[in-house]
């Protein structure tokens, strides 16, 4: 297996790939020495985010270079953008996350790997349109991670919603329940109207858990109600921690702890995914 390495990855391993742009701003893509990929098993290691849509381009200039030296490539890309949106709600809308792994398939991809992948809600390996994903979890790390916070103090596990439940799955499996308004304006969003918490949380240790932070808000709201179920101490932590705008200001203000994995690189990504991608085959 041969490892190709984007530059984009050097925080946890040492590129072998160069990319750069031309003068116009179009991107520029070298693999040294590819023919040594000719024929062969390749893992591919390059991030989605941030500068998804130049970072996407990319990944497709290098995935149809090694399909021209009928290379058998498995791209390993921590996080995976567009995978919010995989239903069309609006008429005319496109849905991208169906496409994005088409275009992957398309361009060369056999295997896609990633974390908590948002469309999947499990982990393991799933065909999703033309693509294999093998989706991989840092739930149990992340667990892990706030029992050192919270030291030999017990500590309540919850899934901020249902899309989470699959974290809490062997860690009491209890989970928000979330409303959310009708569908607004021009963009398929429906805002969150609340959160409901059905479980004692009085006076204990909460770890609010999800699958990614993008704005917040919806963080934001769960940790409110737990609060004012009577909480304790209120962790809060997510895989992928987009943390757009002053989230993690507002989440701090509310929590005692937030932090998230470096499937997103941030000053809140206290957990690595470095064993996991190195062990890699």
């Keep these: 297996m041969i490892k190709l390495i984007s530059p984009n990855f050097s925080d946890l391993l040492t590129p072998n790939i160069e990319i750069g742009k031309f003068p116009d701003g179009n991107t520029h893509v070298r693999i040294p020495n590819i023919q040594q990929c000719a024929g062969k098993d390749v893992m591919l290691f390059h991030r989605l985010y941030p500068k998804q849509n130049s970072t996407f381009v990319e990944l497709l200039l290098l995935l149809e270079a090694l399909k021209e030296q009928k290379s058998r490539t498995t791209v390993v890309a921590p996080y995976l953008p567009y995978a919010r949106h995989e239903k069309q709600i609006l008429d005319g809308e ?3 996350a169906p496409i994005t792994c088409n275009l992957l398939a398309a361009a060369g991809c056999e295997k896609l790997i990633t974390f908590d992948c948002h469309f999947l809600n499990q982990t393991g390996e799933s065909q999703y349109g033309n693509l ?3 989706n991989l979890s840092m739930g149990d790390e992340l667990i892990a991670k706030a029992g050192e916070f919270f030291g030999n103090e017990p ?3 919850i ?3 249902a899309g989470a439940a699959y974290l809490v799955k062997n860690h009491g499996d209890k989970f928000m329940t979330k ?3 009708e569908y607004e304006g021009k963009v398929s969003y429906r805002p969150i109207e609340g959160l409901v918490c059905e479980f004692d949380v009085q006076d204990k240790n909460v770890l609010l858990i999800d699958d990614m932070i993008s704005t917040g808000s919806t963080m934001i709201n769960g940790v409110e109600k737990i609060k004012a179920c009577g909480a304790k101490k209120v962790c809060v932590a997510a895989v992928h921690g987009l943390f757009l705008f002053d989230s993690p200001a507002q989440i701090a203000k509310l929590t ?3 932090f998230s994995t470096d499937t997103i690189n941030s000053a809140q990504a206290q957990v690595s995914i470095k ?3 190195a ?3």
């Design 94 to 96: 496109v849905a991208s």
């Design 132 to 134: 294999k994903i093998l």
């Design 155 to 157: 500590f309540e596990i």
């Design 159 to 161: 899934g901020l919603d």
């Design 179 to 181: 409303t959310r308004k």
């Design 256 to 258: 005692d702890c937030v």
């Design 275 to 277: 064993d996991k991608t």
């Design 279 to 281: 062990s890699l085959a």
